[in-house]
Each structure stands twice: as structure tokens, then as C-alpha cells.
T-cell receptor, first 115, second 113 residues
Framework: EAQVTQNPRYLITVTGKKLTVTCSQN?????MSWYRQDPGLGLRQIYY???????DKGDVPEGYKVSRKEKRNFPLILESPSPNQTSLYFC??????????????FGPGTRLTVL | AQSVAQPEDQVNVAEGNPLTVKCTYS??????LFWYVQYPNRGLQFLLK??????LVKGSYGFEAEFNKSQTSFHLKKPSALVSDSALYFC???????????FGAGTRLTVKP
């Protein structure tokens, strides 16, 4: 089954404790992206990746890191989480190949609470 | 810079009535426009998109959207709403030549029996 998986689905942590949210897709997609969803703000893009070893900042990259060492994986790293990073996070992927109009497939979401 | 606005936080319609969820966008070039739907405790699902050509785009579950370049709008429509259409709807834009995507704040659609 074609899908985007995220782990963990739920996470409660404390300020300053480094964490990683994993994202994996099995569709051989070039483009991958991370979003955070907050009430009244919709989805805001954190980082995206056009392909392996190619990443770029989205709208709200501060406090986050990403890496794209393999095509299928795109982990989101919070080196020192703070309470304002409490949010619902989504990973997404799409087949790009130079075209920018393909729809994205979204993971189920990770609900992060930083105390 | 590209941006998208959904002017209504909430839309309420009665089952069987037509529904419209509004979206306007701002880009300096040509847009790719998308609608996604989010059901409770789920990720977003793709509904439809406009790339080029016919201004009326048909998508999943009987939804359609009309691209209006002069009004910079891409409203989502359905002729007859179902209770099961109740969900959170997001409009998104990606300007041709850009790599990033912008989403609107979302509109919560409630269809009452």
C-alpha cells in the first residue's frame, strides 16, 4: 500500500530534550515536506526537500532541522524543543520530476506537546 | 510572494443544499491550485487541482472548483452536500517555478441533516 508513515504519532516531552520525528514514504517520491498545523493558522511549511541531499527552508524553519540522506526518509529534528513548538506535525511527499503540480500525500500526523 | 486566503472559518449548510467554500490567492506568476480535505484525526487528502486549461475542475466525492483568474479565486463547490462532507478544507497554492507550497488557514464545513 502506497503510504507516508510518521513516528511517533503522539509525543510529550520537556523543554530542551532533543527529539526526532521520522517520516518515510514508499512511493519513490522526489519531493518531501514537513508542515505544522496550528488552530487558525492552517498548515505552515517548515522545510522541504526536492531530492536526496537537497533541502530548503519553508515559512517557519526556526528551531527545526531536517536531513535527506535517502530518498524514502525525511526526519524532522528538534534540537532543543520549546513550548511554542507544541503542534500537530505532518509529513508529505509528491512525485515532482521538475513539475510542480503533483498532489501531495500526507502522513497521519504527529501530535507533539512540549512542556 | 505567494499566499492564499480562506475568508470563512466556518461554513454551515443543510444536507442536500449546494455548498461553496471560498479561496482566493495571490501569486506573481501562474498558480497551481489545490484543495485538500482533513477528516478528524487524519492527515490531509487530495481532492482536486487546477494546473491549466478548463477553468472548471472536477475532483473526488463529487466536488468541483472553478478557477477565476480575474478574481484570483478558486472556490470549492458541490451541488448537493452530504453529512459525511463535514470536515476541514484547505486551499493551497504553488506558483509555477516555486518549490514551496502555501496553505490557507482552513474552513470547517458542517453539513447538518
Amino acid at each position: 500500500e502506497a503510504q507516508v508513515t510518521q513516528n511517533p504519532r503522539y509525543l510529550i516531552t520537556v523543554t530542551g530534550k532533543k527529539l526526532t520525528v521520522t517520516c518515510s514514504q514508499n512511493m519513490n517520491h522526489e519531493y518531501m515536506s514537513w508542515y505544522r498545523q496550528d488552530p487558525g493558522l492552517g498548515l505552515r511549511q517548515i522545510y522541504y526537500s526536492m531530492n536526496v541531499e537537497v533541502t530548503d527552508k519553508g515559512d517557519v524553519p526556526e528551531g527545526y532541522k531536517v536531513s535527506r540522506k535517502e530518498k524514502r526518509n525525511f526526519p524532522l529534528i528538534l534540537e532543543s524543543p520549546s513550548p511554542n513548538q507544541t503542534s500537530l506535525y505532518f509529513c508529505a511527499s509528491s512525485s515532482d520530476r521538475g513539475r510542480r503540480h503533483n498532489e501531495q500525500f500526507f502522513g497521519p500526523g504527529t501530535r507533539l506537546t512540549v512542556l | 510572494a505567494q499566499s492564499v486566503a480562506q475568508p470563512e472559518d466556518q461554513v454551515n449548510v443543510a444536507e442536500g443544499n449546494p455548498l461553496t467554500v471560498k479561496c482566493t490567492y495571490s501569486v506573481s506568476g501562474n498558480p497551481y491550485l489545490f484543495w485538500y480535505v482533513q477528516y478528524p484525526n487524519r492527515g490531509l487528502q487530495f481532492l482536486l487541482k487546477y494546473i491549466t486549461g478548463d477553468n472548471l475542475v472536477k475532483g473526488s466525492y463529487g466536488f468541483e472548483a472553478e478557477f477565476n483568474k480575474s478574481q484570483t479565486s478558486f472556490h470549492l463547490k458541490k451541488p448537493s452536500a452530504l453529512v459525511s462532507d463535514s470536515a476541514l478544507y484547505f486551499c493551497a497554492v504553488r506558483e509555477t517555478g516555486n518549490n514551496d507550497m502555501r496553505f490557507g488557514a482552513g474552513t470547517r464545513l458542517t453539513v447538518k441533516p
